[in-house]
């Protein structure tokens, strides 16, 4: 479970530094094709959790739940900017086609061609809008999970599935403190803490006897 919540983790973690870079808004301007970025807006903080997760430093200060929440936090941004996005670009033209309609009106009379740096149609709403937010959404849903499956894996590797008690992380146990149950963790030599394998009498590196025959759990 906890390397299919790593895998998700930095999967959506990249999906949101993608997104951030890509056109959230696109549109024509004089026959060239614009796209605004999403980093020059909300889509800087969506990248930015994607560079935190990458980099790998809020999962090694094992706050995988924080990551969670934050993924969630990209994912409504992202979901926000696809209803909102569209909409407002062509509310904000609709009132510049309105604003320059006294000026349109004297060139025709004049016979000139109109001011028109958007074209001469108004297209749909979506049609303005860019691939960003889309993959904010994929992106921090993907974050969210991963990193909600790495919490439960690493929490699942650390407690007893007998009396359910739980260690702190990094510590290394072969049988439960609580209630002795074998929790399935490795044994080591009581030296210098090197995994020892079944069957193992003595220490393949150190050479000092594992204690039993079939080796004994360093506590």
């Known amino acids: 479970m906890q ?3 790593t895998f998700l983790t930095f999967g959506g973690a990249f999906a949101l530094v993608v997104g951030g870079v890509l056109p959230w808004m696109r549109f024509s301007l004089f026959g060239i094709a ?15 959790i994607g560079l935190l997760t990458l980099s790998a430093s809020l999962l090694r200060r ?9 993924g969630m936090v990209a994912l409504i ?8 996005t569209g909409p407002g670009f062509l509310k904000r033209l609709l009132a510049f086609e309105n604003a320059i309609a006294p000026v349109n009106a004297r060139l025709a009379q004049v016979a000139l061609p109109p001011i028109e740096p958007f074209g001469a149609g108004i297209g749909r709403s979506r049609d303005y809008l860019g691939p960003g937010p889309l993959w904010t959404v994929v992106g921090g849903a993907t974050l969210a999970i991963g990193a909600a499956l790495t919490f439960a894996g690493g929490r699942l590797g650390r407690s007893c599935g007998h009396c ?16 002795g149950t074998d929790a399935g963790g490795p044994v080591l030599c009581l ?12 220490c393949a590196v ?11 759990p360093a506590g």
């Open 3 to 5: 390397w299919v919540g």
């Open 34 to 48: 614009v796209g605004v970025p999403g980093v020059t807006g909300w889509g800087a903080a969506t990248a930015t």
């Open 62 to 70: 094992r706050a995988p739940l924080l990551v969670s929440v934050l």
């Open 77 to 84: 941004v992202g979901q926000r900017a696809q209803q909102e």
């Open 164 to 179: 359910g008690a739980l260690w702190r992380t990094g510590r290394s146990v072969r049988f439960c403190p609580a209630c």
């Open 191 to 202: 030296q210098c803490r090197t995994p020892l394998e079944s069957g193992d009498g003595f």
């Open 206 to 216: 150190c050479g000092i006897p594992s204690g039993t025959p079939s080796g004994t």
